[in-house]
């Protein structure tokens, strides 16, 4: 499996750490310190799934295909305005794609799982030749924007790729294990005449410290998988792209490699945490930034809620 494309989009609101303090008790330095984010895009006119179609577009047009040439569409989202239809298919009729497709959420570890999800097709079925990835996400929506802990850490956008059949995914590593309580958002659903338990929703809720544990110990695992099982050491990788959650954990984990901060490549000052669509937006800003160069040995690293985790180990091979 080969990447060939990347693209990505973000609403147009700039939402920076001093609009935040205008309503919350908090303060440019104290976000910045504790979270590494001086900025967010935010979705205030524009739809999830506009974000979504921008992002596939720009894709598709990086790959040098149409959306006719898809085989298959896998969609990372968490939450989103349609309970149903899928975002998937609504992405579908918005780029003009006839494949089939559909949703996962597996937090913000969507992307990893979706490219595992993406090289089994290529290798269980001989008619599949192209696939694409969407990770589309509005974490703002999930947030009480009076609890500085959480609201001050997100931003909503969209990050594809486009996938062809070839051998540059060297191993992909994934990791799941329950654990709810540090990281959860329960919603109220529809009454019944015949519910008697009791039932409740509420915005996201968030233990930072575990969080913090549960984060820099999945990913190490799975990245110490991903380059074990090739035979090298973390001095042959060129870059590691880690989920954008927090400055503070991506610092740790490359503390824990022995790393030149080079290799940890970062915009979560720009972005903050937008979930699945992170790694896929940092992958593009490398991208057209031509940062990445052919025959770079790259290593994908995310983790989110549930507690899911995935790591891959990839050569560079776009131009």
Partial sequence: MNIIGTGRAHPSLTVTNDMLSTFLDTSDEWITTRTG????????HVKLEDLAAEACHNALKDAGISAEDLDFIICSNVVNEYITPSLSCIVQGMIGATCPCFDLNSAC??????LDIANSFFKSKSDINHILVVCAEEPTRMCDWQERSTCVLFGDGA??????????FKSIALSSFSSIDPLYQIRQLEKTPFITKEEFGGPLVMKGQDV?????????????????????????????????????????????????KVKFPH???????????SVPILLDELNRNQTLNRGDTIVLSAFGAGFTAGACLLKWSKN
């Fill in 37 to 44: 984010i001086k900025q967010r895009q935010l979705i205030s």
């Fill in 109 to 114: 570890a969507g992307f990893i799982y979706a």
């Fill in 159 to 168: 990050g594809a790729a486009v996938l062809k059949r070839g051998d540059d």
């Fill in 212 to 260: 913090f544990k549960l984060a820099v110990n999945a990913s190490l695992n799975d990245i110490r998988r991903v380059v074990e099982e090739n035979g090298i050491t973390y001095d042959d990788v060129d870059y590691y792209l880690l989920h954008q959650a927090n400055i503070r954990i991506i610092e740790t984990i490359r503390k824990s490699l022995d790393q030149d």
């Fill in 267 to 277: 915009n979560i000052a720009n972005y903050g945490n937008t979930s699945s669509a």
